[in-house]
């Protein structure tokens, strides 16, 4: 498959583009890719915000490409999403039709996030936000029900992951590329062994 010409990268909750997985990706990129169009932008802590602002550049990026049913605009497009970013991932990638990379992606945000209701801490800066149950709410509105193009997702599990459940991570992308890995952790430390991966799944290196 031809490489993407705009990649989008969705980090986390509580997290942001200073993650070292989006960093080093962004730094991949401008080195070696520098006529690919980079966006990873700070996601607003309220679910529905993020996803209408994801929507709103994905939108204008097909518009760019000939518009949303173009021939070929969804092959051009690539999203890499991590955590609830992955979640996030998913749901675009199901309205597009876009390739799509998950990093230990959630799977159920809503159930695992509605103990995290009330004032909460960035992991990057001082800043603190509120998550609400409207929030959660939210979160459950938007999954899809099925990932119903399974060819044209990667999903990258850790086994060792501290937060979410890697089987059940394994059964909601079962039908999708995976790589499965003993150990690692929730954050993947160990990105930079499976980069290449990534990036060769969103044609990017041969």
């Not at 119903?148 to 909601?172: H, N, S, Y």
Request: some cysteine.
């Amino acid at each position: 498959m031809a490489p993407v010409s705009h990649l989008l990268y969705l980090h986390g909750f509580r997290s942001s583009p200073q993650s070292f997985k989006a960093r080093m990706t962004g730094a991949w990129i401008a080195a070696h890719r520098p006529g690919v169009t980079w966006w990873c932008p700070q996601l607003p802590p309220s679910p529905a915000e993020a996803i209408a602002l994801v929507r709103e550049r994905l939108a204008s990026w097909q518009v760019a490409l000939g518009g949303a049913g173009a021939a070929g605009a969804a092959d051009a497009i690539g999203v890499i999403g991590s955590s609830l970013g992955g979640f996030y991932a998913t749901v675009v990638a199901e309205a597009i039709g876009c390739r799509s990379v998950v990093l230990n992606p959630a799977v159920e945000p809503a159930r695992d996030l509605a103990s995290w209701i009330g004032e909460v801490q960035a992991w990057h800066s001082d800043e603190r936000f509120h998550f609400t149950a409207a929030d959660v709410q939210a979160l459950d509105a938007m999954r899809p029900p099925a990932i119903t193009r399974p060819d044209r997702t990667l999903a990258v599990i850790a086994k060792g992951d501290e937060l979410l459940d890697w089987r059940e991570m394994a059964a909601r992308y079962a039908a999708c590329q995976i790589v499965l890995l003993e150990g690692g952790d929730h954050a993947l430390s160990d990105f930079e062994r499976h980069l290449p991966r990534v990036l060769g799944f969103l044609g990017l290196t041969s």
